[in-house]
């Protein structure tokens, strides 16, 4: 078998012209020969994932039926101080033609991942590299100056855009306060012809500074934020959520996968009345876990996006 370095020189010239215009087209037809079998390898690879995701639904279709959040989610966590993880399996209202659509396009993203109050701005910027970077500002969950935010950037690639699968991917190798590798992955599969079963998974790194502060937070004001798994009762019969890391991995994970729908859900309004329908649907579904998730009022939250919306337009290049 030749070596890397004799297989790139195979199309460079002997014994003359000929020889020249031989290798060249073997070489040529051996590389073309080359990409076809890596594509095919990635179809195959893809159609296998997108087995896999339909093997968890089939797993999963018990707990989905009898979810405690009244809709057909499943929602987990990983109790891991250095790497939070939180991941959402979930049966949506939407044709995967329509889901697939929307959410391999970064700027439908951008749309996402500014519902939640935290995320003051985010822009798109097309790389020459397949893939996007997603500019986004993390802030405060209340009004505060675009330049005291925290810059993160996401890097958005569509790993998988298969007729009966989808893998998007967003990933930061550096974050704010001493947090690192984030990644944000969607992966999507047809049940029917009106619904689509997802899965979400949200993880990041905390270095030792990132896992104090954490800590400062939980023990003062972050001491009564819960999640959503019950790990038990109280003395009156109430269920007792999971706090901790564990809480700030299932509150995140709940708000952008609740950000998706009410994204997928106004994609049919009109373009003038998408936003403000969209803050309005996103802030009635997070009320439905008030205890986790509300943080102000609805006029406060509309208020403060609008705004956000209205800077991020001057910010644009050329306005």
């Known amino acids: 078998m030749r070596s890397l370095p004799s297989l790139f020189h195979a199309g460079r010239p002997r014994h003359g012209r000929h020889g020249s215009g031989h290798h060249g087209v073997m070489f040529w037809l051996s590389h073309a020969a080359l990409l076809l079998g890596l594509l095919l390898l990635a179809t195959e690879v893809s159609a296998q994932q997108g087995a896999g995701l339909r093997a968890q639904y089939e797993q999963l279709a018990p707990q989905l039926a009898r979810s405690p959040f009244q ?106 306060m001493g947090t690192s590798h984030y990644r944000l992955t969607l992966e999507a599969v047809p049940l029917d012809a009106r619904r689509s079963f997802v899965r979400l998974r949200y993880a990041y790194m905390n270095n030792f500074a990132a896992r104090v502060a954490t800590n400062a937070y939980l023990a003062t004001s972050g001491r009564d934020k819960v999640g959503f798994t019950v790990v038990g009762r109280e003395e009156d019969g109430q269920p007792r959520y999971v706090g901790g890391i564990q809480g700030i991995a299932e509150r995140n994970t709940m708000r952008y996968f609740l950000a998706i729908e009410s994204y997928l859900d106004t994609l049919s309004t009109p373009a003038d009345q998408r936003l403000d329908r969209r803050l309005r649907d996103w802030f009635a579904a997070t009320e439905g876990y008030a205890r986790q998730l509300h943080e102000q009022s609805l006029e406060e939250y509309v208020a403060m996006k609008h705004k956000e919306a209205r800077r991020q337009v001057a910010m644009a290049p050329g306005e």
Not at 71 to 86: A, F, K, Q, Y
Not at 90 to 114: I, P, Y
Not at 137 to 151: L, S, T, V
């Open 71 to 176: 809709r057909p989610i499943v929602l987990s966590s990983v109790n891991d101080t250095e790497r939070p993880t939180g991941e959402m399996h979930a049966v949506v209202q939407h044709s995967f033609a329509t889901l697939a659509g929307a959410l391999r396009d970064a700027g439908a993203w951008c749309d996402v991942l500014t519902l939640p109050a935290n995320v003051k701005r985010c822009a798109v910027e097309d790389d020459a590299a397949p893939g996007a970077t997603l500019h986004m500002a993390i802030g405060r969950k209340f009004d505060q100056p675009i330049e005291d935010a925290y810059a993160l950037d996401f890097r958005f690639q569509v790993l998988a855009a298969q007729p009966q699968y989808l893998l998007v991917e967003m990933s930061a190798n550096k974050g704010p």
